[in-house]
């Protein structure tokens, strides 16, 4: 299809005199007056994204910001506002909530010269009728209708001239959360709307159905101009998600209101005690109100919590209390009380408390009866309050080594490693970790182990810089009896070689579809074969896991001596969100193999699902499969009290050496790796190396640190010391073992 697609292109000095036309609304744009923001929360609103869009518009400056649902709407909220937000969620279920009279009241708005702001469902809802089954569901204010897609991903969107002249966002590919929006299809000419593409898909991903779908690529994914006197602005991807595309919603502000906002990212204080507010299915206006209240007046540090959250990102080891709010429906009831029931026991095991009331409460009576219960929200508070008064107890300590734990070794080198294997076997008692070097696999680095992990990052990169003795050696160590855990391109690294130039080992019958690293990244279904439901027993059939990148693998050559199954297959037809171009479906290829090769075992890890802790279990699995001992669930939960610390790990041996065995267990510190740019507003500190410090140059880092977040800087040498001392506001150590004293003094 043709990109920059216009439905009846109005002039440039028409578009700006229809900014705010109608006298209702031309006084209210004036900028000495507050803009005033409707943000929807009502039915079919849910979860982070309309925590993200209340926190954004409450901590905007010179704006008020009023939370909404479908009855306010049709009782004429929007008589007293310039701007309605409408968030992701359910496009069905927030028209249902507002009713045939809310959606009349909506394009009224509009059409009399109000701004609309709507992502995923919220740009659903202003689409076209697509079928008899969204007749009347959707408003017919933008000439495209719905073109269905799927999954989740961090997704490159192309943002074009339109984007820069309309909204004075910056030209080029953003990576933006994407998770099930829409992709807009051409539709019919919408009387009074002149509509504008704004950005395209620039990349490709449907991880979660193998139903033949055409790409996203270069397809619609925002739109943006007039609609009678009003504007709007319709992103079928979720930029309030990450404080790095802010730039994407002050431009729609600038369009729609023709106002530069400004938010606040307010710093966390040290000692605050962590809030999670569960904001599963939608809130409501009450519990809208608490969150606005939460956030603002900065007596704790207040983050959303969502099912997902929970059980993806582990995200009740961060937290010391959750109010679990009323709302329609059980709004913290499903996330804490379902699927994520163990985990919810366990943090409140650990001493962490929630506090429920209304329909949370009514759930936890019947699912989790530990769960404090209140009468409304201002009872909570006032709990929430008390609990934050009591002494802070002990820190719990760490299991003590089991009398002869399982000797593990880890490769780790500047072309792979793996902090979260590394740490999940350091922490548990069954284990004890070392990490071998390139040099060290060709110098009897292997001898005496009883499980080695083969990480991502580079294959060709490892194997080079392994070198053909070292390669040698690594092969006799796994037909000689050894245990050999790959993963991406550890699990590359064990397939025969299929491109002349990118060596492999080639100890199993298979190789590699290469080059599929061009797929990119983003979860996708796995389905569990016979044997691997053996392998994996307890675990559903069917399962979402992180991919970035590693093998799909087809049959290979014959291998003799060895014995090698299928343990799952991918379901989903294709990953590709690093570039435009087509690549071969995955649907139906193999995601994990395993069995013996030799006298030694094999567990080869395609995708990644160290990278979210609810697929931790099929990490334990395949190292007891391959040892027959699993490593125990041991986290670092979070003391009260605690500093929050971000630390990027650094690979020469002392810090490899204070990360793993002192910092980690610390309890006066609560470490975290893997942040990324929303975390730095909930932290204390952010720790790192300066030899690899270029990323403390990003604007998210800069506010940081401007608010008074602790940066401190590993400098070592007289050249790295002087770079450290131009980074404002750092301290810089020369060891780690200066690190705790640089963070707490």
Sequence with gaps: MKRGISFAIAACVAVVACLHGGAIYAAESSNDKPLRIAVYVGDGARNVGAFRWLEITTRAKNCTSVPVDGEAVRGGALDNVDVLVMPGGSSTDEA????????????????????????????????QESSEKSKKKRLDMIPFTFGASGGAATMPVKFNDKAKEMCGIKK????????????????KPVADAKIEVLATYAGDVNSYSSTPRPSMAGRVAVVAGTYGKGKLFASAVHPESDVNDHGILRGAFKYVSGRNLEWDYPQRKRGQLVVGMAVDYSFGTETAKLIQRLVTNGEFDVIPLSAERISKEGVLHQVDAILAPDGPGISGGKGLYSSNLARTREFLKRGGRIFAWGG?????????????CVADAEAA???????????????????????????????????????IIARMLSLSPEYEVKFLRAADYAKGGLDGIDLLVQPGGSCKGQYEMIGTNGVEALRKYILGGGRYYGVCAGAFMALQQSRPGWPRLGIVPYRG???????????????LSEEGKKVFAGSAAKRVVEYYGGPVPVPGKPVEDADVQVLARYVGRTINTARPEPVEPMDGRWAFLGGRVGKGRVFISCPHPEFTECTHDIVRSGIKYLTGVAPSPVYND???GAVTVLYSTSKDDESLKFYYNDFLRDRRFYVRT????????????????????????APSVRRFAKRGGRIVLVARSDKERAAAAKIAGAVVVGSCAEIPAAILN
């Excluded at 080029?172 to 539709?187: A, D, M, N, S, T």
């Design 381 to 419: 508070l006032a709990a929430l309050r008390a609990f934050a008064a009591e002494p802070v107890p002990a820190p719990a300590a760490f299991p003590a080594k089991v009398a002869k734990p399982l000797k593990a070794a880890i490769y780790c080198d500047k072309e792979g490693s793996n902090v």
């Design 513 to 527: 579809d290469d080059p599929s690293h061009y797929r990119g990244g983003a979860p996708i279904r796995i389905e």
């Design 172 to 187: 080029g590919v953003w990576k933006v959360r994407y998770h099930g929006g829409p992709v807009l299809i051409p539709g």
């Design 96 to 127: 249902l909530s507002l009713q045939e009279e809310g959606r009349r009241k909506v394009k009224e708005f509009v059409r009399r010269g109000g701004g609309y702001i709507g992502t995923c469902a919220g740009c659903c809802l202003v689409m």
């Design 674 to 697: 893997g942040f990324d740019a929303n975390d730095y507003a909930h932290a204390d500190a952010i720790v790192t190396a300066m030899s690899g410090a270029s990323w403390l140059d």
């Design 638 to 640: 979070r003391t009260r």
């Design 360 to 372: 949370a409460a009514q759930a936890a009576r019947k699912y989790c009866p530990e769960v404090t």
